[in-house]
């Protein structure tokens, strides 16, 4: 089974302070993704990377940045956290970059900016 | 308007009754995606289909590509059954648009 591991469930950081959300697969997929949760408005995608050190922007990249320097894991930064981005943040990870496989996901970071 | 809509939003059923989420969409798909996510955030993929309908133990998906709507069916529910139903729509390069979710809960 596919297994992708986020490295917090619950994180807590204060306003301005630089944040890293970790997230590391197990599979040799190509793909990963990172995504915020919030109510009523459904996932999100904030940036993916096809390839190490390659990533493009989603909907929703503003205030965020990411890094891959290896196949297996895909950084999440806030580079100046602020208290919009509270949020649960889930990574994921697929095969295939045409959408038509199923994308595995982590368990979700809930992260709480104070 | 969102791209894929589900109803209802909230969902409270009794053990064993047979329980009928839906989706509808709005954009050309390859495939239509059903995920779970219990409390504590999680989220498994169920069924991926791009035509007809698809069984998994107690679980029903089906899909109707003409009327660009899905259903995701559970026969005899259970209290573990109890999670948040996610749609999800992909259909071009890394393009995969979620729905808000159905909250289930099972009673005893």
């Known amino acids: 089974d596919v297994k992708v591991t986020q490295s917090s469930r619950y994180l807590v950081k204060r306003t301005g302070e630089k944040v890293f959300l970790e997230c590391v697969q197990d599979m040799d997929h190509e793909n990963m993704f990172w995504y915020r949760q919030d109510p009523g408005l459904g996932l999100r995608l904030i940036y993916f990377?096809?390839?190490?050190?390659?990533?493009e922007k989603g909907d929703i990249p503003e205030g965020y940045s990411v890094s891959r320097e290896k196949k297996e894991r895909f950084s999440l930064i806030l580079e100046s956290a602020s208290t919009n981005q509270t949020s649960m943040y889930l990574c994921?990870?697929?095969?295939?970059?045409?959408?038509?496989?199923?994308?595995?996901f982590g368990d979700g970071t809930r992260l709480s900016i104070l | 308007k969102n791209e894929v809509e589900q109803s209802p939003q909230n969902l409270t059923a009794q053990e064993g009754e047979f329980i009928t989420i839906n989706c509808s969409y709005s954009v050309g798909i390859s495939a239509l995606h059903w995920l779970q996510q219990h409390p504590g955030g999680g989220i498994v993929s169920l069924f991926m289909?791009?035509?007809g309908k698809k069984k998994h133990g107690r679980l029903i998906a089906t899909i109707n590509i003409q009327e660009k709507h899905s259903s995701l069916h559970i026969t005899a529910s259970h209290p573990r059954d109890s999670a948040v139903y996610i749609c999800?729509?992909?259909?071009?390069?890394?393009?995969?648009?979620f729905g808000t979710g159905t909250k289930l809960q099972v009673i005893p």
């Open positions: 289909l791009s035509s």
């Open positions: 994921a990870s697929s095969w295939d970059s045409y959408s038509n496989q199923p994308q595995h």
């Open positions: 999800a729509v992909s259909g071009g390069y890394q393009k995969v648009t």
């Open positions: 990377s096809y390839d190490v050190k390659m990533k």
